[in-house]
């Protein structure tokens, strides 16, 4: 499982939730000062080049996970 992420309060959440569900993860920065979000790597997520962005094999979630409930899905 991979987490596109830039230390602001969103990606924190989904970090924090991951943290205190024990699900390990791979975090990969994403500099939005340098528009990294805007290549077509992470446009091809994402195309609205939001943080976060979870990705669990083939399952991609660009949404705003303000609760566990996906993460929970994940541990089960």
Request: net charge neutral.
């Amino acid at each position: 499982m991979k987490l596109y992420h830039f230390p602001s309060p969103n990606p924190q959440k989904v970090t924090f939730a991951l943290e205190e569900l024990g699900l390990d993860c791979e975090l990969v920065p994403v500099d939005l000062i340098k528009r990294e979000q805007a290549g077509v790597e992470f446009q091809s997520m994402n195309p609205f080049g939001r943080v976060p962005v979870l990705v669990d094999g083939a399952y991609i979630n660009t949404a705003r996970p303000s609760t566990s409930s996906p993460l929970r899905a994940i541990r089960h």
